[in-house]
């Protein structure tokens, strides 16, 4: 075939290696713009990328136009710190009317990054000498290189292509527009992801050195204008997506020599390989400079030195630009390996330096990916030019070299997070959240900016609603943050539940149950507190004057807390050793349970830990001890007692049996006669203490009074 038809074979393959990449990973929903479900996993960082979309879609334009707001509420931040990408996400908001909602782009960008890449790949090994059919099968292993399928946890950086096209118009002596392509390129990658562009940067400055020193082709002067015009550009591009929008940044140095390279990195498989284990790193955060070549390279590699030591040629490149290319690879490298130089888990060497790079790229270990696509580029082209001589069995030993590629890797690309059915909420009432959200101006999450209120990652099942109700919040991942302000919202939230400041109009905050034991008095005198599927939400005075959410809650039982006191049933025990407990249930009980309130009771021989959906149970209990109980399914049970010489009388039924519920203490009424758990505490001499209930449909506590 002529080289116009291997090109178009080498596109159609672009696409092909693309699919695979993507719905192998992810599944075959990825690729549907409406189905964001398959990303929405608690800690995982999609859904930053998603949520970041999301709020700069519906948030208002702002100047510059990268301003993101609403997004961590009330910071004035960016969606490029969210890793929206900045280069789709922008013109997907001007399109926005136009757009369905949920509406996700990340699957159909990441096959775009996999197809640029192979096709990218293709060009690259071409100007590396190639033969075409070489270079076509060649591309695959640039499409589908272990480095670039290990990112599949950050989008954004998924743009390797970038860097494969500059090594391509760096080699392209005979191209007549190479240093056009670069500037495109270089350009575009300052709207993608701000590692890409100083690694896009350096191979750009690289490119006029060669063109101005070694081909000729461009005068000094001309390139510095080049160079002047791209930093320039660079800047304004970041200026306009927003990155100056922060005035104190968060992790400013922190990570250093912890994302950085290992020495290993090109030999170590971490978990990716299908054939080897992983080898040890010195810091866990060292996968950011995950750099394994895989099995057949490594092999080819070494095939490769072997010919050329036998041929007395040398493995070291025979042309300047070979040199200025290998010495510009390895200058970005010991830069990955940030100031502590790692082999395995040990330092081999340290050095102390001030230099603002290492402050504002911590995670240095992704700057290995120039050398990486270098030396995997020019090993595969320097390996076809061997075989070609021998015709189509170099062509073949080339394919069973990436058939072991694929094998190593193939096993292990499906992605075991990603979620394959539509996104359900983890809060049990998530309707009743979206009306409380949509009755809302302002969610105040305390505390805020911590990406979890009680359990890790359960912030998401609050931003997921703040996302489609369009409420901005005070939650929210940024890879870079104002620390200040969020000193400041710290600051004032807390005030705030100390009875200190005031809420705005439409402001409500949710928190962890546990939080109000810290919280003063005064705090619930200037607002209610409802307790919702184990989170609390606050709702000032004056942000709910009429009575709105409040008059929504209780029509559908959900009551306020009245005491600071809230525990779950088992941990009672802890709190009046001693003391009696009188439980009894009306309705149900059981449904919002919490498991290790389950497990107790079963262990401690009680029906309470395993009765079923609207059971009666009744039960008398003294330090951990079950002293007597009655629990039935479709009838109602009662306990008749004297307890210290007190007349005790316990009536429960559930929802078939009558749903009712009475605890009389010396024929004194104390049941709230609420749907859920009562509890009435008795001292030793029978005298009661304190009462205490909670709707264990709804969540997994009891407020005590």
Request: proline share 5%; aromatic share 16%; charged share 15%.
């Amino acid at each position: 075939m002529d080289e116009k038809r291997w090109s178009y074979l080498a596109v159609t393959t672009s696409f092909i290696v693309a699919w695979f990449a993507v719905t192998l990973q992810f599944g075959v929903g990825a690729l549907n713009p409406g189905f964001p479900d398959w990303f929405m996993v608690p800690g995982a960082d999609w859904t930053q990328h998603y949520f970041g979309w999301v709020y700069y879609r519906f948030g208002a334009w702002h100047w510059p136009p990268g301003t993101l707001t609403g997004y961590a509420y009330p910071m004035v931040s960016s969606m490029g710190y969210t890793d929206a990408i900045p280069l789709v996400a922008m013109p997907l908001k001007v399109l926005s009317p136009w757009l369905p909602e949920p509406f996700q782009y990340i699957g159909w960008w990441l096959f775009t990054c996999f197809a640029l890449q192979t096709w990218f790949g293709y060009r690259l090994l071409r100007v590396l000498s190639a033969p075409p059919a070489f270079a076509w099968l060649g591309s695959i292993f640039l499409g589908m290189s272990p480095t670039l399928l290990f990112r599949d946890g950050h989008p954004a950086l998924c743009a390797h292509w970038v860097i494969t096209a500059l090594w391509w118009s760096y080699f392209n002596t005979a191209g007549k527009h190479n240093l056009r392509q670069a500037t495109v390129i270089t350009a575009l990658s300052a709207w993608i992801h701000p590692y890409l562009t100083a690694m896009a940067l350096a191979l750009y400055l690289v490119i006029l050195l060669k063109q101005s020193w070694i081909d000729r082709k461009v005068s000094i002067s001309k390139a510095l204008i080049f160079a002047a015009t791209m930093l320039g550009w660079t800047l304004l591009s970041f200026y306009l997506i927003g990155y100056f929008n922060l005035e104190g940044t968060q992790q400013g140095g922190l990570g250093v020599g912890e994302f950085s390279a290992n020495l290993n990195t090109w030999f170590n498989p971490h978990t990716e390989s299908a054939f080897w284990q992983g080898l040890p790193w010195a810091e866990t955060g060292q996968y950011e400079g995950y750099g394994y070549l895989g099995t057949a390279v490594i092999v080819l590699i070494a095939l490769f030195l072997i010919h050329r030591l036998s041929t007395r040629k040398g493995p070291w490149p025979s042309t300047r630009s070979g040199w200025l290319a290998l010495l510009t690879g390895i200058a970005l490298f010991l830069f990955a390996l940030s100031p502590r130089w790692t082999f395995f888990n040990h330092t081999i060497f340290q050095y102390e330096t001030q230099i603002s790079l290492f402050q504002t790229f911590r995670s240095t270990g992704r700057f290995i990916w120039p050398l990486y696509y270098l030396i995997l580029g020019w090993t595969i082209a320097k390996i076809a030019g061997w075989w070609s001589a021998f015709g189509w069995k170099g062509w073949i030993a080339l394919s069973l070299f990436l058939a072991i590629q694929l094998a190593e890797f193939g096993p292990k690309l499906p992605n075991e997070v990603v979620r394959h059915e539509p996104f359900q909420s983890p809060l049990p009432h998530v309707a009743l959240w979206d009306t409380i959200f949509l009755n809302s101006q302002h969610i105040w999450i305390y505390p805020p900016y911590n990406n979890r209120i009680r359990d890790a990652g359960d912030d998401m099942a609050f931003m997921e609603i703040g996302a489609r109700t369009h409420r901005p919040i005070s939650e929210g991942g940024l890879a870079r943050r104002d620390d200040r302000m969020a000193y400041e919202v710290m600051d004032t939230l807390t005030a705030r539940i100390h009875g200190q400041g005031r809420f705005a109009a439409g402001d409500i905050m949710i928190m962890s149950p546990e939080m109000l034991a810290q919280s003063d008095a005064v705090f619930l005198e200037k607002g209610s507190a409802y307790l919702l599927d184990d989170y609390l939400v606050y709702i000032p005075h004056q942000s709910d004057p009429e009575g709105t959410i409040q008059r929504f809650l209780r029509g559908k039982n959900v009551l306020p807390v009245t005491s600071k006191k809230i525990l779950r049933p088992e941990q009672i025990f802890a709190f009046y050793p001693g003391d009696y407990m009188l439980f009894a249930i009306k309705d149900e009980a059981t449904e919002g349970m919490a498991a290790a309130t389950k497990t107790f009771f079963v262990d401690h021989g009680s029906w309470l830990g395993k009765i079923l959906f609207q059971s009666s149970y009744a039960g008398i209990w003294r330090d951990s001890l079950l002293l007597k109980e009655e629990s039935a399914k479709l009838k109602a049970v009662q306990l008749d007692t004297l307890l210290a010489g007190t007349s005790i009388h316990l009536e429960s039924a559930g929802m078939p049996s009558g749903n009712f519920v009475h605890i009389q203490v010396n024929d004194e009424e104390l049941a709230t006669q609420d749907r859920g758990l009562h509890v009435v505490i008795l001292n030793r001499e029978g005298k009661v203490v304190t009462t205490g209930y909670g709707d264990l449909f709804l969540s997994r506590y009891l407020s005590m009074q």
